[in-house]
């Protein structure tokens, strides 16, 4: 057995894997052509393991199956790339484009997978990061990257293996609940968002369709928090109070969690 052709052969699959996954967040790809790819994408992976599993995976067996997988991989990548180029795709990104807010919430549903539409949205909370390295962030930042949400709205994010959105569709996305482990967060009340919102079926959570999402909303910070790290709950606190007294001081409203 050729251990570095059977990596190369587990590193296509893989590869087979993360395209799958770009591309079944769309529509497109949880039906037709897309359910059909990921069916041999899966019997591929089973072959592969049944052979490695008998010893019987040897340098012609994994030359075959290699060849299936970047001919695999060829056929999901025309099936992405085909979903981008479609005509509701293209008409989606320029109705963000131009912020034309109708346009935009009528083809959502058409491209993503699992989208529920949210006529008024709850409230819904956005985590801010408190920590780094394991030290909770100098208050003087939280507070900075507070008053730039505020100021200048809070950016969307899009990338390839995020649900509901990509690179040219990106979006905000909160929770509909304050998260237990989350110390400090957002709280943006019920409406203020704005359209389009939606909510992804399969996790829950709520995606904003906005370049930047400037929204009124409050800081929640939790008067007790408790970590795996004996330390960190001693020094929150203190940290915490100050946190308060310098977002108020910065005109922030805050609120207990």
Known sequence: MDEALVGELEAAIADIGALLVRVRKYRRGQTGDGATLLDEALALGDRARRLHRHDALDRAAARGLLTEAAALAARVQ??????????????????YATGDVAALAAALPAIFAGLEPV?????????????????PRPVAEIVAEVKRCRDEGVVAEGDDLAPGADPELPAVLLLGAAPPDEPVMLRFPSGACGEPVYRLADTGEFLVYAPRLRAPFTVLL???FETEDDEDTGAYPAWRAALAVALGAANVPVEEA
């Open 78 to 95: 025309g099936l992405l790339s085909a979903v981008r180029a479609a005509a509701e795709y293209r008409a989606a990104v320029a109705a």
């Open 119 to 135: 006529p008024r949205a709850p409230d819904l909370f956005y985590p801010l990061a408190w920590r780094r390295r394991g030290e």
């Open 222 to 224: 939790r008067p007790t």
